[in-house]
């Protein structure tokens, strides 16, 4: 709300002034002042009610409460002794007396009622009062609280500039009318332009219409000799249209002519085409009839067939599970011979190995018993030897 009227170069304590939410109480005194005139106004809410709220007092009798009731009810009677003494002439000091405790009353009601903001509040909205003087005498009082607020929180300078703001508005309005007042020249002249230009047109219309209505009567004598001219065509064209007729019917009758002629060629073929259909049609019922003494014979033959084929399908099925038990049993028997093949080649390595092993021995015991021999003969000559030399 602010950025909008800086930006427009309007000063602030003028904006301060044209937005009220900008004025806020900056002082004690101020604040005072303010809740002052903000009792004042709800006292003058409450005193407008509390006729409406006496006349209905049995409706808001709870509401209230026992002690402002009580003094409702005290209120109107003092109210109905003033008037009695207004209407009835009477001592003068008494009606001021009578004035000054409908005064005390009226303090005391209004003392209550502020002692208790939530009761106003919800009678403010409860009760409906019709449009009375009272209500204008708030509104101004209201203005003249935001007034009073103004004034307060508005400094000299603030008022300054917005003396000089006011001025700067007056000059602008000023211009503003000058630019006004030179459009408004301009306008007059266009709207007379434009007036001219439409009486100028109104009278090209006119002329247009004085020539249509010369061309109408020119038109009238054109159709005249039109219509003549069209006659004598039509009667030009009548009798072409008859000569045309008479060759039509000589064309239709060489052509009807014609037409008997081929009717009677195509009847002649015609039977000679249904000799040849019957024919053909006495072949094609003696082919049928062979055709369907064919199929008996091969559905029979085919019947046969199929119950001999019904048969040896049983019998191979049959067949098929015996091949597959002794399908079954030959490779348990193929099992059995490859493991006692297994086991017999493992018995012939077993005993190859063992007859390896027999020959490694007796090879090495027959060097050992060579070799004992050998070292016996070889101690024996040894002796011998010795025993020549002695």
């Not at 909008?4 to 005194?29: F, H, N, Y």
């Not at 409406?52 to 209230?64: C, E, F, K, V």
């Not at 000799?275 to 049609?281: F, G, S, T, V, Y």
Request: proline share 3%.
């Amino acid at each position: 709300g602010m950025a909008t009227p800086r930006k427009a170069g309007i000063p602030l304590g003028v904006m301060k002034v044209l937005d009220p939410r900008q004025l806020k109480p900056d002082s004690t005194e101020t604040e005072r002042i303010l809740t002052v005139l903000d009792e004042t106004i709800v006292k003058l809410e409450i005193t407008r009610l509390i006729p409406r709220i006496i006349g209905s007092l049995d409706r808001y009798a709870r509401m209230l409460g026992p002690e402002i009731t009580s003094s409702l009810l005290e209120h109107q009677k003092l109210a109905m002794e003033i008037q009695h003494l207004l209407t009835s002439p009477g001592d003068a000091k008494s009606l001021r007396a009578a004035e000054q405790r409908l005064k005390c009353s009226l303090r005391n009601i209004l003392r209550l009622f502020l002692a208790n903001p939530l009761l106003y509040h919800g009678l403010k909205f409860e009760v409906r009062v019709r449009e009375s003087p009272a209500d204008a005498f708030i509104k101004a009082f209201m203005e003249f609280r935001d007034f009073t607020l103004e004034r307060l929180l508005t400094t000299p300078d603030e008022e300054r500039e917005m003396i000089q703001f006011m001025k700067d508005i007056s000059l602008l309005v000023e211009k503003n009318t000058e630019i006004i007042s030179a459009l408004q020249g301009e306008l007059e002249g266009v709207i007379q332009t434009r007036d001219e230009e439409v009486s100028r047109k109104d009278k090209t219309i006119e002329n247009l219409k004085t020539t249509m209505e010369d061309l109408a009567k020119n038109c009238k004598a054109d159709i005249r000799l039109i219509m003549k001219e069209g006659e004598k065509q039509k009667k030009e064209e009548e009798e072409a249209s008859q000569e045309r007729c008479a060759r039509m019917k000589q064309d239709i009758q060489r052509l009807g002519t014609q037409f008997n002629a081929l009717v009677l060629e195509h009847r002649a073929s015609e039977l000679v085409l249904r000799k040849e259909k019957c024919k053909a049609e006495k072949e094609i019922q003696i082919w049928v009839q062979k055709y369907d003494t064919d199929m008996t014979e091969k559905q029979t033959t085919y019947d046969e067939l199929q119950t001999v084929y019904n048969e040896e399908k049983e019998q191979l099925s049959l067949l098929m599970e015996k091949h597959a038990m002794l399908l079954q049993e030959y490779t348990e028997i193929e099992e059995e011979r490859r493991m006692l093949k297994e086991k017999e080649e493992e018995a012939a390595r077993e005993e190859a190995r063992r007859n390896k092993a027999a020959t490694c021995i007796q090879a090495f015991w027959k060097g050992y018993l060579v070799r004992s021999i050998y070292k016996s003969i070889l101690k024996k000559g040894k002796g011998k030897g010795k025993g020549k030399g002695k």
